[in-house]
């Protein structure tokens, strides 16, 4: 929980986030989840992000990485993320299970860093709010003590804050009985921090950007499966998945673009009706 990564950067400069998030990956390459493979969706992605050209430098991972709590699921993830030069840090969803993707991400070089320096102006924190077994969130005592100290140590830099589980309603009424179910606990300890002014979720295979108390609070979609905005009920939806790029600069301003893969290959079968 301690350890720390170092981004430092040249003076002034931006740094350049990738987020990728919600994988669920399998152990065999050849499973899929509501008839989307979610190693190739995954790869598709990483080509064309590849394609893209763009700097990056740091990879973000928000949760949900592994379906089947295998290590060779998470070692596909971490095959993947290898293409990168830039390191990755990451934080566990609601499937993840912690023993195995702690070490055999770290196993493959991939810190299990929580607090990320970032060049003089910002830092990231990266918070658990797994209940293990179920899909809600809830951040532990222990989560909110470590924030707030992580707060407190370094009140001059601007935070980023990253959970899976988003904080407020996100407008699907069955997944918003799995969002963050202490939010206002986080509130309490954000609202004593003015220069925590973002934070980022996984968790709802959908785009999302919205104010939660004078915050930014962004989502993303998953790299397989997306879920329909506005529903009552589970729905699917035939968008293509997709990724996150965020820039954070000195003056503690924050520019985000959200891009999906083009094309129809990885819809999944609507007729699904939860997993
Ligand atoms: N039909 C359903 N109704 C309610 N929740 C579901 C349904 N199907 C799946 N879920 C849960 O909702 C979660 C939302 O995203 P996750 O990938 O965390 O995993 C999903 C499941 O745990
Ligand atoms: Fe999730």
Same mark, same amino acid.
């Given at each position: 929980m301690e350890s720390l990564l170092n981004l430092p950067l040249a003076g002034g400069a931006s740094v350049r986030l990738l987020q990728i998030? #919600?994988?669920?990956?399998?152990?065999?390459?050849s499973e899929t989840l509501l008839g989307v493979n979610t190693w190739d969706s995954y790869h598709a992605v990483l080509e064309a992000i590849n394609a893209s050209q763009r700097e990056v430098d740091l990879v973000v991972a928000t949760? #949900?990485?592994?379906? #089947?709590?295998?290590?060779a699921a998470y070692q596909h993830f971490?095959?993947?993320?290898? %293409?990168?030069?830039a390191p990755c840090v990451w934080l566990p969803g609601?499937? #993840?299970?912690?023993?195995?993707?702690?070490?055999?991400?770290?196993?493959a070089g991939i810190s299990p860093a929580k607090r990320v320096m970032v060049g003089e102006h910002w830092q990231i924190l990266l918070l658990d709010s797994q209940v293990f077994g179920v899909p809600h969130g809830e951040l532990s005592d222990f989560q909110l003590e470590w924030l707030e100290k992580r707060l407190a140590e370094a009140p001059e830099r601007y935070t980023l804050?990253?959970?899976?589980?988003?904080?407020?309603?996100?407008?699907?009424?069955?997944?918003?009985q799995h969002s963050l179910r202490n939010a206002a606990s986080l509130d309490n300890v954000?609202?004593?921090?003015?220069?925590v002014k973002h934070l980022l979720c996984g968790h709802i295979h959908q785009e999302l950007d919205l104010d939660w108390n004078g915050r930014r609070?962004?989502?993303?979609?998953?790299?397989?499966?997306q879920f329909k905005p506005h529903c009552a009920n589970f729905t699917l939806d035939t968008v293509?998945?997709?990724? %996150?790029?965020?820039?954070l600069h000195a003056d503690g301003s924050l520019t985000t673009e959200v891009c999906r893969l083009a094309g129809s290959e990885f819809h999944p079968d609507t007729a699904s009706e939860g997993y």
């Open positions: 998030t #919600d994988t669920h990956l399998f152990a065999k390459k949760g #949900d990485l592994a379906q #089947d709590h295998t290590s971490a095959e993947g993320i290898a %293409r990168f030069s609601n499937h #993840d299970f912690q023993p195995a993707m702690y070490s055999t991400l770290q196993d804050l990253l959970l899976h589980h988003h904080p407020l309603p996100a407008g699907c009424s069955w997944l918003d954000l609202v004593n921090f003015p220069k609070m962004m989502a993303t979609p998953s790299t397989c499966v293509s998945p997709g990724w %996150r790029w965020l820039e």
